[in-house]
């Protein structure tokens, strides 16, 4: 059975864009590798690199107009940002709102999460420090992007983080929280079980406890984060093998992972929507209105992963939905 979301790769060390603020510098923590499911005893490493975050001098970190990396265009023009939306054919970096309409500028970007948003399995520039760059060219001030973002971690890892003073720090100083997160609190085995079934009861408990941990997770954030600070969760493609990987594992694996990220999505949407959080809808992103678009170009060669296309585009998701109108007004 393949290992699962950021338990496939040691951790690789991501290449921070020029003039975006990266985590990756910090020794112990870009090649930390996560063995277990459970958070053990990466709280100790995440807290010293946030530690070290928090010391950084943002102001000679930061990116300046003109030396941000050039984005090419979206991986299909036309292609769904958002669920209901039309197609965006502007790369992350084309003009536009920085933070939607009447808003202030955004200085920075901090990334949260599991192996997704901190680049894994990917020799590229994670969408987190694309958003950054992106809204750096938009806005023409530096914009920084700390990445506390971390292989292998769980919605509960994420929640013991927040009891780290320096992560905590982090979170309130961050004028933009985007988060990806959820897909490693679900064991693979259950997507091939008949016994599961189409209502996915083998399922339950855990999509239970990940809406419990995502309300909890958001609850804390929100109470942190400075005024006007805006926070935006992403949904999934799959939360297991997509593409070519998952079809290779069958029919009945590629229909019992979709069915089970469906029901992810719709809890990480929902707990979005209820704490005022946005909701980046992958998924459409991805794959397509009906879901049957193939994103093997969009991944990494383990089929788990985004590649450098795919974080480009989960990066102009995460723009679309920032640029839209602030539902609290």
């Known amino acids: 059975m393949p290992a699962r979301r950021g338990e496939s790769h040691a951790k690789r060390e991501r290449r921070p864009s020029t003039g975006v603020a990266s985590l990756s510098m910090f020794s112990g923590y870009a090649h930390q590798r996560f063995r277990s499911r459970r958070f053990g005893t990466a709280v100790t490493i995440l807290a010293t690199a946030a530690t070290s975050a928090v010391a950084l001098d943002v102001a000679s970190a930061s990116g300046v107009p003109g030396t941000h990396t050039a984005l090419a265009a979206p991986w299909r023009a036309g292609s769904p940002l958002v669920a209901g939306s039309p197609g965006g054919t502007g790369s992350p970096g ?19 999460g599991d192996s997704v948003p901190a680049g894994s399995a990917c020799e590229c520039v994670s969408y987190v420090s694309l958003v950054a760059e992106s809204l750096s060219a ?3 001030t530096p914009v920084a992007g700390p990445n506390l973002a971390a292989a292998g971690l769980t919605t509960q890892g994420l929640l013991d983080m927040l009891d780290d003073d320096a992560v905590r720090a982090g979170v309130a100083g961050a004028d933009l929280t985007v988060i990806t997160i959820g897909a490693n ?8 079980d008949d016994a599961c079934g189409a209502d996915l009861a083998c399922y339950g408990t855990a999509l239970e406890r990940l809406r419990a941990n995502m309300d909890a997770l958001l609850s804390r954030i929100h109470a942190l984060r400075g005024p006007g600070g805006r926070v935006v969760v992403t949904g999934y493609w799959n939360v297991f093998l997509d593409g070519a990987a998952g079809r290779a594992r069958g029919p009945k694996y590629v229909a019992g992972s979709d069915r089970l990220t469906v029901a992810v999505n719709a809890a990480l949407a929902a707990s979005a929507a209820a704490s005022g959080a946005l909701f980046a809808d992958l998924h459409t992103a991805f794959k397509g209105e009906e879901g ?14 985004p590649g450098a296309e795919g974080h480009r585009l989960i990066a ?14």
């Open 94 to 112: 084309a003009a536009g709102p920085a933070v939607g309409e009447g808003r202030r500028a955004v200085e920075s970007v901090l990334g949260l």
């Open 138 to 140: 938009r806005q023409g």
């Open 185 to 192: 609190d679900f064991e693979e085995e259950g997507v091939e």
């Open 292 to 305: 049957t678009r193939d994103d093997t170009g969009l991944l990494a060669a383990d089929g788990d992963h």
């Open 316 to 329: 102009e998701t995460v723009l679309a939905a920032v640029s839209a109108p602030d539902p609290r007004r």
